[in-house]
């Protein structure tokens, strides 16, 4: 009978503590549906305080305090005010860590797992894509967002050259190209498109 209690109340400490643990996660929610193309990349992961969803997925983190989200370490515009903003949990480490991107219209920040996470501009976008480098059979759901994206910033014209001064510095203080490895010297890597507030497309290459 008394191991039978010490069970019980074992049990009942677990289920405590259990319950306590969830009281104290985020909200964590899937606030709309995947763009096209990015199957389960868009869904939210129901991850505990300070975890970090698998490779490719993307938590959508509403309610975190400001001290949970890491120290900034990239902000793109990098001049004026900034429209997105990047944050590491454990900077300067090469293990695979979360970081959380804000600047996303539902005021939630999303979050990732990666070993290392850089911002990429619209500017070396168009070099690589449309300035002569030979990338322009790139195909996935992230290309072809942007080219819709910068077709309604940069006209017609710009359907095979790269976009005008001007239009492309509007564009990029609205949009950027965020790149996430999962482990140093892995090159498989997630590339997401931000434009406006929202996730414009992901995409694992």
């Known amino acids: 009978m008394k191991r039978r209690a010490s069970r019980l109340r074992a049990g009942a400490l677990a289920l405590a503590g259990a319950v306590l643990l969830a009281a104290c996660a985020p909200d964590i929610v899937d606030k709309a549906a995947a763009p096209e193309g990015v199957g389960p990349l868009g869904d939210a992961a129901a991850e505990g305080f300070r975890a970090a969803p698998g490779f490719g997925e993307i938590a959508v ?22 429209r997105w903003e990047l944050y590491d949990t454990r900077p300067g480490s090469t293990a695979p860590r979360a970081f959380h991107l804000t600047g996303f219209e539902d005021g939630c920040a999303r979050r990732i797992s990666a070993s290392l996470v850089m911002f990429g501009s619209v500017e070396l976008y168009e070099l690589v894509h449309f300035g002569g480098l030979g990338a322009e059979g790139e195909t996935g759901a992230t290309d072809r967002a942007y080219r819709s994206i910068r077709a309604a910033a940069c006209g017609a014209r710009a359907r095979t050259r790269p976009c005008d001064e001007a239009p492309l ?9 965020l790149t996430a490895f999962p482990q140093k010297g892995n090159p498989r890597h997630l590339e997401m498109l931000v434009h406006d507030g929202a996730l414009a497309a992901t995409a694992v290459k």
């Open 61 to 82: 983190v509403c309610d975190l305090p400001r001290n949970a989200l890491g120290r900034k370490v990239d902000r793109r515009p990098e001049k004026g005010s900034a």
């Open 169 to 177: 510095k509007r564009l990029s203080r609205s949009t950027a190209f």
